[in-house]
Every structure is written in C-alpha cells, then in structure tokens.
C-alpha cells in the first residue's frame, strides 16, 4: 500500500508524530511519501498582522506542490491511504475532488473544514482552504474507508 501524510498548518514532515509513523510502516515494506507543502513564517505574520500577503500557505501552491511532488509518483493501480493532520484534512477533500483520486482509506487527525477562531494567524493561513460544500456523495465515492480521530486535550481543534 502507499501512504501519503500530509502535514498542517505551519507545519513540517519532520515534526510531530510524522517521522515515527513513517518508519513503522516503511518497516512493514509500505511506500510512504511525505511532502513538505510551502508554508509562512508565523513570527513575520504575527509582527505584519493582516497586512502580511500570503505567499505560501494556501490552496493553490498547496495544489501545485502536490501535483509535481506526490501525484506524478504515485501508481494508482496500487491501494493508496491519505493521513491528514489538521489543516491537511480538508486539504485531502480538495484534492480527492479535484485530481478523483480512489482511496482505499483516509485518515484524518483532528480535522476541520471551516474556521476554528482560535488563533488568528491559524484563521488566516487556512482561509483558502476552507469549504463546506463539498460534493460528499462523490467523496464517498472516491474514499472507500474513513477514520476521524481526535485528541482529548488539542489546543486547536475541539474534539
């Protein structure tokens, strides 16, 4: 099976719960990719405020980045399992829609797919992103198993 674990917001491949999981299934002969999308300075949107232009963080290059680094590489004759974290989550609905792409399974962790009014600068990276509308019945077409988890204790996404 290939797995792709997308990170979120401000995120990185190389931090949180990323790299573990990568290695114990890269140990059980699974491919894993885990791209790095391009992302904001939070210290340099946190000083410029609103008026920071989002040059990184949003949809689009998120779009972009995984179709020239993910998309060309993976063999959609073989089983294929998305793993979001966050942001990444609604992220996995945008482009499972766009590009139909058959999962065998998704993982979402800690999803959302609209504002969290916690933090602004969280708000404002992910406002691109957000969508409610999506097409589920397609989605549930193209996704054949779904996992939500949540934590009991994540300073940004209530359970």
């Known amino acids: 099976m290939q797995f792709v674990i997308f990170h979120g917001s401000f995120g990185s491949c190389n931090d949180n719960w990323f790299p573990e999981l990568k290695s114990k299934l890269e140990a059980l002969s699974q491919t894993v990719f885990t791209p790095q999308f391009p992302i904001e300075d939070w210290q340099e949107l946190t000083q410029k405020g609103e008026k920071y232009e989002l040059k990184n963080q949003n949809l689009t290059r998120w779009i972009e980045t995984f ?15 998305f793993v979001g974290h966050s942001l990444s989550s609604v992220f996995i609905l945008h482009i499972v829609s766009r590009f139909r792409i058959k999962l065998d399974c998704a ?19 992910n406002s691109s992103f957000y969508k409610t509308d999506f097409d589920f019945d397609v989605i549930k077409k193209l996704i054949s198993i779904s996992y939500v988890l949540y934590s009991d204790n994540d300073p940004y996404v209530d359970r």
């Open 67 to 81: 179709s020239q680094i993910v998309l060309s590489q993976l063999n959609r004759n073989e089983k294929i399992c």
């Open 107 to 125: 993982i979402f962790v800690s999803p959302f797919l609209d504002k969290l009014n916690k933090t602004w600068q969280i708000d404002y990276v």
